[in-house]
């Protein structure tokens, strides 16, 4: 008989590439992995691993393998799903994984809602990049977690992994007032068309004019300074993409993962910024001028496939939903 968690650890490593890796996320010595990983060769009866250098590739009758765990697992998931509402009344830890702006704007409301219907559970929420939450609710240190895409960043299908939409988001070029330094052109006077004297309340936002032309809108700063995120985030790769899509490489002057933060150097004169609805919401800055873009940000939930019935699971997911403000609730989108 085969052993879960050695199966488990199968497809964490058909993920991660590597023993070390393995080990590392699941708190394991690459020694103990190692081992666990012969050990179910054996139960198999033919070779799954072959090495190629560092990293360690999956036979075909283990890629196989990892079909047939990841099928086994989900059902291990409905199966824990089940005995929690068997046992009716949700306690114990809910692990929530969230990224920065849906943490401060939607997180808190739908943690009041949570513990006033369930006293008893206890959410405990970790700010967690979008990039990093797959690994993260595969070895278990997430139960559930918020993830976005954007229009020229796709979410990319995770194995084990079920995404459900929440909401979208407007996209907005943050310039400063009086044209970003370098640039070769600004985008004309506050009040003119496609642009904005100064930002309204985040309600009002989704409504605001569009550029007419996102390319034309994004080509005039071909030459200015750009504020990005750190790289490897999704964050970072949005705006690189856009750009190019428009026609150039943006360059990066500064790396900053907070878009209040983004937004203060924009005022300051420092570049320019691709930055979504959440991140413009608080008091307008008249330092700061938006043009609102057609591309846009998905927001979904993710969770352990088969877990989306556990009533802790959906409890979040209810309470998450009904936080959502109405206007961007207005653009719901597959995320």
């Known amino acids: 008989m085969l052993d879960v968690r050695r199966l488990r650890l199968l497809r964490e490593l058909a993920r991660r590439g590597t023993i070390a890796a393995v080990a590392e996320a699941l708190s394991?010595?690459?020694?103990a992995v190692s081992q666990q990983l012969g050990v179910l060769e054996r139960e198999a009866g033919l070779p799954l691993l072959e090495r190629t250098g560092r990293r360690v590739r999956l036979t075909p009758a283990g890629q196989n393998l990892v079909r047939h765990a990841e099928a086994v697992l989900e059902r291990l998931e409905q199966a824990d799903a089940d005995l929690a509402e068997a046992r009716g009344g949700l306690a114990g830890a809910l692990r929530i994984g969230a990224f920065p702006t849906a943490t401060r704007a939607i997180v808190p409301a739908a943690l009041v809602a949570l513990a006033r219907r369930h006293p008893g559970l206890e959410p405990m929420v970790c700010e967690t990049d979008p990039a990093a939450?797959?690994?993260?609710?595969?070895?278990?240190?997430?139960?559930v977690a918020l993830v976005h895409s954007y229009d020229f960043v796709p979410a990319e299908r995770e194995p084990g992994l079920t995404t459900e939409p929440l909401y979208g988001e407007a996209m907005?070029?943050?310039?400063?007032?009086?044209?970003?330094?370098?640039?070769?052109?600004?985008?004309?006077?506050?009040?003119?068309?496609?642009?904005?004297?100064?930002?309204?309340?985040?309600?009002?936002?989704?409504?605001?004019?569009?550029?007419?032309d996102q390319d034309?809108?994004?080509r005039a700063h071909a030459r200015s300074p750009w504020i990005t995120a750190t790289p490897g985030t999704l964050c970072h790769t949005m705006p690189t993409r856009a750009c190019q899509a428009a026609g150039?490489?943006?360059?990066?002057?500064?790396?900053?993962?907070?878009?209040?933060?983004?937004?203060?150097?924009?005022?300051?004169?420092q570049g320019v910024a691709v930055v979504p609805q959440l991140g413009v919401a608080g008091p307008a800055d008249p330092a700061v001028r938006?043009?609102?873009?057609?591309?846009q940000r998905r927001t979904g939930l993710a969770f352990r496939s088969g877990a989306g019935t556990h009533p802790a699971v959906a409890a979040f997911g209810a309470a998450?939903?009904?936080?959502?403000?109405?206007d961007l609730a207005g653009s719901r989108a597959e995320a």
């Not at 394991?28 to 020694?31: A, E, K, L, Q, T």
């Open 28 to 31: 394991f010595s690459p020694s």
């Open 248 to 269: 150039f490489t943006p360059r990066v002057r500064h790396q900053v993962d907070e878009f209040a933060t983004v937004l203060a150097l924009v005022a300051a004169g």
């Open 133 to 143: 939450v797959a690994h993260a609710l595969r070895a278990g240190d997430l139960d």
């Open 172 to 212: 907005y070029l943050a310039e400063p007032a009086g044209g970003a330094p370098g640039a070769p052109e600004t985008l004309g006077a506050p009040g003119a068309p496609g642009t904005e004297a100064a930002p309204p309340p985040v309600a009002d936002l989704p409504q605001a004019p569009r550029a007419p």
């Open 216 to 218: 034309a809108v994004l």
């Open 320 to 326: 998450l939903r009904a936080a959502v403000p109405p």
């Open 290 to 295: 938006l043009t609102r873009l057609v591309m």
